[in-house]
């Protein structure tokens, strides 16, 4: 049996994965896969909240893997993490059905994430489908699956896993000791804002850079991105904080002592938008390079990620059915059921006996 304490946290497969994830969650994730047992699911039901139609549901096929490519690419190894597909997952379905009597609904539905994922998907506060509103509650039945006890999610998630810490609460306080109370862990970057300056980096948003984008499509993205608004000039002082090139250079060039130079330039206004875009263009793409690499050798191994995500939620099906059962029983529910067989299966035996005496 592993002994390690567990982690699981995922992603909608909507797309190809980008920077913000990366800063967010998948760096922790690829640290902490030996300290940690880790899970990480395809959020294909959570897709279904703000995209049921058939077109979406198509797209999976390409999105899916698209996903599992950047989650390998970036250093997830199934050969120590499990990468599993939620709707494959039967146990899930019913113990976010009973997680949904624990939670008020006035609780999930002022959070403000409901309704930037409303808005995101074009959809007006009278059309905001009543799975969405429970979007916080079928994550609890995820991070509760392998009952994890740490979360790495960016910041715009800390709320949800809150409702998962006080369902958890309740759940145990009504039928006894279940589940740990699960811990978020935010990434060293709690939200990267996104290249156009917008507080955050988004594919829905169109501020993205991609974890495969190649390397002139990144020179390009760089250099349309947003810095200070008021350096309308070269010689003129501008800010640093808050400025897009400054926080992706803070977050992805290691050269500190270039970093540093590069800054207090720009604070005297003795450097130009070109060379501080230059320099981040060529980090990143230093950044980028390996993980490119990687992505085309397991592009390349035809059905390799496939095998991945299936042996995973093989995995990950056992270990549900596992939590469900001890769910159900501490909950009582598995007591009534065996006692109705019981005297059912005792009284038709009865009539049997009747029918064959009479
Ligand atoms: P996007 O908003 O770009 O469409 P998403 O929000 O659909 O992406 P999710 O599946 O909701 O992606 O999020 C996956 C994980 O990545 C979550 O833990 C989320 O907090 C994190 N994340 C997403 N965008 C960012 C960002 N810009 N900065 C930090 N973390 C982020
Ligand atoms: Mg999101």
Not at 131 to 136: A, H, N, T, W
Not at 332 to 349: C, E, H
Request: glycine share 6%.
């Amino acid at each position: 049996m592993d002994k390690r304490k567990r982690i699981l946290t995922g992603d909608r497969p909507t797309g190809k994965m980008h920077l913000g994830h990366y800063v967010g969650s998948l760096k922790n994730r690829v640290r902490l896969q030996d300290e940690y047992e880790c899970f990480f699911l395809v959020a294909d039901l959570h897709m279904l909240t703000t995209r049921p139609q058939k077109e979406h549901i198509h797209a999976l096929r390409e999105n899916v893997r698209e996903m599992l490519l950047d989650y390998l690419a970036v250093g997830i190894d199934p050969s120590r993490s499990t990468i599993y597909l939620q709707s494959a997952i039967h146990a899930v379905y019913e113990m976010n059905l009973f997680f949904e009597m624990l939670v008020t609904l006035p609780r999930v539905a002022r959070l403000p994430s409901i309704k930037d994922m409303a808005r995101a998907a074009r959809l007006d506060e009278e059309a905001i489908p009543f799975g969405l509103v429970g979007y916080p509650i079928l994550q609890a039945a995820d991070i509760l699956t392998p009952r994890a006890h740490l979360v790495p999610v960016g910041k715009d998630n800390l709320a949800h896993v809150e409702v998962t810490r006080e369902i958890v609460r309740r759940f145990n306080s009504y039928y006894g000791e279940v589940f740990p109370i699960p811990d978020a862990l935010i990434g060293e970057v709690p939200v990267l804002v996104g290249s156009d300056g917008q507080a955050k980096m988004s594919k829905s948003l169109d501020n993205a850079i991609f974890l495969s984008d190649d390397a002139q499509t990144v020179k390009k993205k760089v250099r349309g991105m947003f810095t200070d608004p008021n350096r309308i000039r070269a010689d003129i002082p501008g800010r640093v904080e808050g400025n897009p090139v400054f926080v992706y250079h803070d977050a992805f060039n290691p050269d500190e002592a270039e970093v540093a130079d590069l800054k207090s330039r720009y604070r005297e206004g003795t450097v130009g938008d070109v060379e501080v875009k230059e320099k981040l263009s060529r980090a990143l793409n230093d950044f980028l390079d390996p993980i490119r690499e990687r992505r085309a050798q397991f592009e390349a191994d035809s059905g390799y990620v496939e095998k991945v995500l299936y042996e995973g939620t093989q995995r990950v099906q056992v270990v549900a059915d596992e939590t469900l059962k001890e769910m159900k029983k501490a909950m009582g529910l598995t007591g009534v059921w065996n006692r109705i067989s019981r005297k059912a299966r005792d009284r038709m035996r009865r009539d049997e006996r009747k029918e064959s005496g009479s």
